[in-house]
């Protein structure tokens, strides 16, 4: 809007103010006229008798003197309302246009706008004095507003905090408003605004949470917090309360977890154990009630691998399988080195294997018996046996048929000769045997080599 059409349209409402206020103060005198001709006839009739008029006993009224013309020039004035009302449209008219004035003090803001029409017309009519006079008014209530705007709006915003952090859904948004209307541009009330319309919710998830404490559900009131400091994480009390959760149902947590890896245990179940035991370290890996039941743990695992390899040896002697009874009975040791039976299962399948191992040498080379250094041996041996035969039926049937075979490979058989009686004989490795038609030789049983020579034929 021009300088001019302010002008105009202050001219306008002055001119509609005065008409307005001339015809009340018209009606006024014409009403109190009325009432008085009504009740005092007579004073009429008393004055025209007396020729006397009322006018003239009416007070004169005499116009208000004007006041001296200030000895300051007036251009000096009229630029001093120029500087005042750019002052305020400059200075003063944004910090009030931040104000919802009319919702706040109508009273105010109507006199604002009259000093403002005033001093316009004054203007207008070359009163500058007047005018710098009504302006610098107008700017002095406009300071006193917005200073009076700002005190207003840090007690309402200071009380809307107050209210939010109280919970108190209805008097936060009372003074949240309150404080808008005094500065609708202030951030700080824009930001606790909108915490303040999340409020509905937030009571509605501290009843939820409340219950959930009440009943002991600390898992339940820990997902419902984690809801409100989404909405909001400035509750310093939510979060404390969230982590105080945490540790509870973390050290619920573990303790469960250990509980059931003990359970487990109890029952042999080393793979669940082992299971829950993983559980708890995830939660707290160093606690001493991991090492605890890690012990636990180790120790039932190595009774179990000892059952095994104790079942193995008894199923292994019961199958004639001493090469297992002696592996198995090495890893009983390695599990514990003083197992006596485990010793001695050892010391059997040694001695065992090893004679088994020998008489199946001599059985494959049955004619090697026939030295008698080994025979001696091998007699040892199959001594050696006896004491063993009853705990290993292989070993029995073996001591057997090399006890046999060596009575047989060393008994001597009737081998007869023949020949033509010109060809001179001989076993290689017994000796010569000459010219001959038949002879008997008694040899051990085994492989030999005969060998002829005759004049006029040549040996291979």
Not at 216 to 239: H, Q, V
Not at 344 to 358: D, N, P, R, W
Not at 378 to 386: D, G, H, I, P, Q
């Amino acid at each position: 809007m021009t300088f001019e059409q302010k002008i105009t349209d202050a001219k306008t409402r002055q001119r509609n103010r005065v008409f307005a206020a001339a015809i009340g103060l018209l009606a006024v005198v014409l009403f109190c006229f009325l009432i008085f001709v009504f009740v005092s006839p007579d004073l009429f009739k008393h004055d025209a008798d007396t020729g006397l008029s009322t006018e003239s006993e009416q007070p004169e009224i005499k116009p208000a003197s004007q006041s001296p013309s200030p000895s300051v020039p007036d251009e000096q004035l009229r630029q001093n309302y120029l500087d005042a009302l750019s002052q305020y449209e400059n200075t003063l008219k944004p910090e009030l246009d931040k104000i919802d004035l009319p919702a706040w003090n109508q009273a105010r803001s109507e006199q604002l706008d009259q000093l403002s029409d005033k001093a316009l017309v004054e203007f207008t009519a070359s009163d500058y004095a007047g005018a710098a006079n009504t302006i610098e008014q107008r700017n002095q209530l406009a300071r006193s507003t917005i200073d009076e705007s700002k005190q207003a709006f840090e007690q309402a915003l200071s009380n809307a905090q107050k209210a939010y952090q109280a919970d108190q859904y209805n008097d936060a948004k009372l003074q949240i408003a309150q404080a808008l209307m005094l500065d609708k541009s202030a951030d700080a009330a824009a930001a606790l605004a909108a915490k303040i319309y999340t409020m509905p919710a937030i009571l509605s998830l501290l009843d939820k949470i409340n219950t959930a404490k009440v009943e002991n559900k600390p898992e339940k009131e820990l997902r419902l917090i984690k809801e409100l400091l989404k909405i909001a994480p400035d509750r310093t009390s939510a979060a404390n309360r969230k982590q105080a959760l945490v540790s509870r149902i973390r050290q619920s947590h573990f303790n469960a977890a250990i509980a059931k890896s003990y359970q487990a245990l109890e029952r042999g179940d080393a793979q669940t154990a082992r299971q829950t035991i993983n559980s708890a370290k995830k939660i707290f890996p160093h606690r001493q009630e991991i090492a605890d039941a890690t012990l636990s743990l180790q120790n039932l695992e190595k009774k179990q691998r000892l059952n095994r390899h104790q079942q193995a040896i008894q199923q292994a002697i019961t199958a004639d399988d001493w090469v297992t009874v002696k592996q198995q009975a090495e890893r009983v040791l390695q599990e514990r080195s003083d197992d006596k039976a485990a010793l001695e299962s050892l010391k059997k399948a040694t001695t065992i294997v090893a004679l088994s191992k020998t008489f199946d040498e001599s059985l494959q080379h049955p004619f090697r018996l026939t030295n008698q250094q080994l025979v001696s041996g091998m007699k040892s041996k199959l001594a050696e046996a006896t004491a063993l035969s009853g705990f290993s039926p292989s070993l029995s049937k073996k001591m057997q048929t090399l006890s046999g075979l060596m009575k047989q490979v060393n008994t001597k058989i009737l081998v007869e000769v023949s020949s033509d009686n010109q060809t001179d004989i001989s076993v290689r490795g017994v000796g010569k045997i000459g010219k001959t038609e038949l002879k008997t030789l008694h040899l051990l049983p085994g492989q030999y080599t005969f060998e002829g020579k005759r004049k006029g034929f040549k040996s291979k």
